[in-house]
């Protein structure tokens, strides 16, 4: 198994040698490479400036405006322009629900445990696509740049992404045409751009502090071997630089004294005190004083002031490293090197207060909003054999995960995973009262079973009966160090357990896997498309089930009009199933969803009642 790996890395699936790293920010994204001096390098398209905005705008026709020029529109057309797609990648409306004001453009509410899609006029889009197409453009400008095709990339996710954002993430980059090589931790990455944990013999542990436009990570890290192992994670999801913007315009417009109703009015005020913020804070990262006007409101400000306002902020994010030192179960003296990321940590404030925290100097002499691209950067060309020196640990050459509903491959263990490694997810069933659950195991990189290879399958009988999404099975891989796999399922509410032993590298030649990769980027396009389209249809059938039920234990509760309706949208989403587009899928989901959830808050009006009735007062 071992072998396959490097010889995919280095023999002859090497036509184009470049694999690019990308960080996939929330508020900037870029893509690096390692230049011909063998140093990592961020990519610059011909003057358009390093960082591309992850910012999307989406005209009436579907076209996608990606970068500087979407970010101009983020005011004046809230609806079609897309930021911080990245918080919705990988996650359900019940994980976000708490945020959704945050967003300016409408989030499709499901109510229920799948994937959030978002809605801009009449079309939806997956975060997946979305984050598609900012990696079309990072890698159309690396192209563009470079002048030869890129194919093959890292891409790198927060170190508290869980299996549904990373394979999120790595999906985004197949939907963008990149094979995507490995998907690797951001500060993992940021570390190895300042050469750490580059020498196998080294052993350190370490602290990378990330404060970025809207997110603040702290990640403990140990190096062992050549192995990054997260310690542990801390941080705030809704903390950053943006942050910083607001508070500096809360004091401008304070001062003014100006009501916010009398700003409210001016739209383009508010775009200019954005801008205008961001730029006073940007020059107060070297400057003690900051002079300008918008619109005959007063905007300056001076070091101390600012810093006065964002103590509380850097405050709380000092407090997050001393819960993840904890967590870690470290002290300070146990650090042996802080790393600083994200273009926040320029603020002298910032980088003063985690130097005093740590006590010790920190590393800052890379470019903050940079280091996590040099990183992925030096990533990939170790994956493409490069660097000799550097022990490239046994891995899987082809991804290993299970059968899902409609037919779907469900990826566990991907490809380019060190071996031994273990992981695991939970899955339900579809039906109520469903007693056996069939497991599927296949290897290979499509996204339809029946292109890759089956494994082996068997069967985990005698699930207690319950409704259909109560069961919960948890399925773990482990794959060992001869590239044996163990596939273990477990029902967690009963304790119900099977376990099958597979040889996944069995009977494969290195051709023949060479080609099943090969087949994987060809067929990337359409592969993701049919997904997009099989996830669309299963929701609805799940969806026409739901309803069914409904009728069928509270169809009472409706007059006949509203049986009548109902009847009439189901029967226009099953007639969508089989043909329909998925957003034509999507369109009647969302109708018969709309239309049918006053029915169930009825269900516990009358519910509540009938308890309330029981008792006596
Ligand atoms: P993310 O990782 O969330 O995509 P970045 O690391 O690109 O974000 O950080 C973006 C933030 O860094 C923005 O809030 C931006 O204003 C801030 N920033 C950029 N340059 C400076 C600077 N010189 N001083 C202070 N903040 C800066
Ligand atoms: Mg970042």
Request: net charge negative; aromatic share 6%; with cysteine.
């Amino acid at each position: 198994m071992a072998k396959i790996s490097i010889n995919l890395a280095t023999g002859s699936l090497q036509k184009e040698d470049i694999i690019v790293g990308i960080d996939l920010g929330t508020t900037n994204s870029l893509v690096a490479f390692i230049n011909p001096e063998k140093h990592p390098q961020v990519i610059n398209d011909a003057g358009k400036g390093v960082l591309v905005p992850s910012i999307i705008n989406l005209n009436k026709n579907g076209d996608a405006i990606v970068g500087t020029d979407a970010k101009e529109h983020l005011i004046e057309d809230p609806e079609h322009t897309i930021f911080s797609v990245k918080r919705l990648l990988g996650r359900s409306y019940k994980d976000i629900e708490h945020y959704q004001n945050f967003f300016s453009y409408k989030i499709v509410d499901d109510d229920n445990d799948t994937l959030v899609k978002v809605k801009v006029e009449d079309k939806f889009y997956s975060p997946i696509e979305l984050s598609a197409m900012i990696l079309k453009e990072l890698k159309a400008r690396a192209e563009h740049a470079l002048k030869t095709p890129v194919n093959r990339a890292v891409i790198t996710v927060p170190a508290y992404f869980n299996d549904s954002q990373r394979q999120a993430t790595r999906d985004a980059g197949k939907l963008a045409g990149l094979d995507v090589l490995r998907i690797v931790n951001e500060p993992t990455a940021a570390s190895l751009a300042y050469g750490i944990g580059l020498n196998p013999e080294e052993e350190k542990t370490i602290a990378v502090y990330d404060l970025g436009g809207g997110t603040f990570d702290i990640s403990i890290l140990r190096i062992q071997n050549g192995i990054f192992e997260v310690l542990a994670t801390n941080g705030d999801t809704f903390l950053g630089g943006d942050d910083f913007d607001r508070a500096i315009i809360e004091f401008w417009i304070s001062r003014s004294g100006l009501t916010n109703d009398e700003l409210k009015q001016y739209k383009e005020i508010r775009q200019a005190l954005r801008l205008k913020a961001e730029a006073a804070k940007k020059h107060l990262s070297s400057h003690s004083t900051f002079e300008g006007e918008v619109q005959g409101i007063d905007c300056s400000i001076d070091k101390s002031t600012f810093e006065g306002l964002i103590q509380p902020k850097v405050n709380h994010t000092i407090a997050s490293c001393k819960n993840a030192l904890a967590d870690a179960g470290l002290t300070v003296t146990d650090i042996d090197s802080i790393v600083m990321v994200g273009g926040s940590t320029r603020t002298p404030l910032v980088k003063n207060s985690v130097a005093n925290f740590f006590g010790k100097e920190v590393n800052d002499t890379l470019n903050p909003d940079e280091v996590v691209a040099l990183g992925a950067a030096i990533q990939a060309d170790i994956l493409a054999g490069n660097r000799k020196d550097i022990l490239l640990l046994d891995v899987t050459p082809l991804s290993l995960g299970v059968e899902t509903m409609g037919g779907l491959m469900d990826v566990i263990i991907p490809r380019n995973s060190k071996v031994p490694t273990k992981a695991g997810r939970q899955y339900t069933t579809a039906i109520d009262g469903q007693v056996n659950m069939k497991i599927s195991v296949f290897q290979g990189e499509r996204d339809l079973i029946k292109d890759n290879r089956k494994l082996g399958e068997f069967e985990l009988k005698g699930i207690p009966a319950m409704p259909a999404g109560f069961p919960k099975v948890d399925i773990n891989f482990l794959l060992n160090a001869d590239g044996i796999l163990t596939v273990q399922a477990i029902e967690l509410r009963s304790g119900v357990k099977q376990e099958v032993e597979i040889k996944p590298s069995y009977g494969l030649t290195d051709a023949e896997v060479e080609k099943m990769l090969l087949d994987s980027v060809s067929h990337a396009k359409e592969d993701v498309a049919q997904r997009m389209i099989i996830e669309a249809r299963t929701e609805g059938e799940q969806m026409l089930y739901t309803v069914d039920r409904f009728i069928k234990n509270n169809g009472q509760l409706l007059s006949h009009d509203e049986r009548a309706k109902t009847l009439e949208l189901v029967e226009e989403l099953k007639n969508s199933l089989p043909t329909g587009t998925k957003d034509e899928i999507l369109a009647k989901i969302d109708e018969l969803n709309e239309y049918t959830r006053p029915f169930a808050e009825r269900v516990m009006d009358i519910a509540i009642a009938t308890a309330m009735k029981g008792k006596a007062i």
